[in-house]
Each structure stands twice: as structure tokens, then as C-alpha cells.
């Protein structure tokens, strides 16, 4: 199975950084892509940044400028950093990996437990 590990969530003031982490482990093939999604109080999940083993990235519209998603690839780590924030970015923010358990097995998407990002005002 695939265990996801979010860290680097906390309170932080409008305006401040915050870095959170993700580490991937157990038997795992690949990992195509990684990601963070988020979920704020009330509204549904929504995508935030993912970013492919190639280094290929998308991110959502309401953070793009504000956010840096990066990996390691060796490490099954995926990295989002977040600047200028606000208090709308408070959410819970979830991990996701799409990833290939063995070489002839199809790509299936894991959740990390998420991290709690609140930004006070």
C-alpha cells in the first residue's frame, strides 16, 4: 500500500510563507504525479498545484503567483510553498499521489490524512 506523510501546516499571518511537505512510501513502482489539493470549511476539494516526474506543473488559478510546487523524485517527496497569504487559502490541505504499484499495474490515486493551513488576518 502507499502511505502519504504531510508536514509544515500551522497558523500563520496574511501575508507570510508556509512550506508543506509530502513523502510517499511503501511499494511503489512510479509515481506520475503528485500534488496537493485543498478543502476549506464548507466547500468542496479543490486542486491547489500538481507537478508531473517530468517536472510538468499545473496550478489552480487562485494561487497562481502566490505558489511553488516542486519534488524529489529519489526522496517521493512533493514540496508546495506558499507566499503572500490569505485567509482565503485556509484549508485543510491534502496530498495526492497517482502512482503505479508494479509494472503492469494500472495508475491509482492516494490521499495523505492532510494538514491544516490557517491564515489570520
Known amino acids: 500500500q502507499v502511505r502519504l506523510v504531510e508536514s509544515g501546516g500551522g497558523l500563520v499571518q496574511a501575508g507570510d510563507a508556509l512550506r508543506v511537505s509530502c513523502e510517499a512510501s511503501g511499494n511503489i513502482f512510479n509515481i506520475p504525479v503528485m500534488g496537493w489539493y485543498r478543502q476549506a470549511p464548507g466547500k468542496l476539494r479543490e486542486l491547489v498545484a500538481t507537478i508531473t516526474s517530468g517536472g510538468d506543473t499545473n496550478c489552480a488559478d487562485s494561487v497562481k503567483g502566490r505558489v511553488t510546487i516542486s519534488r524529489d523524485n529519489a526522496k517521493r517527496v512533493v514540496y508546495l510553498e506558499m507566499n503572500s497569504l490569505k485567509p482565503e487559502d485556509t484549508a485543510v490541505y491534502y496530498c495526492?499521489?497517482?502512482?503505479?504499484?508494479?509494472?503492469?499495474?494500472?495508475?491509482?490515486?492516494?490521499w495523505g490524512q492532510g494538514t491544516q493551513v490557517t491564515v489570520s488576518s
Open positions: 495526492y499521489v497517482r502512482a503505479k504499484l508494479h509494472l503492469m499495474s494500472g495508475l491509482t490515486d492516494y
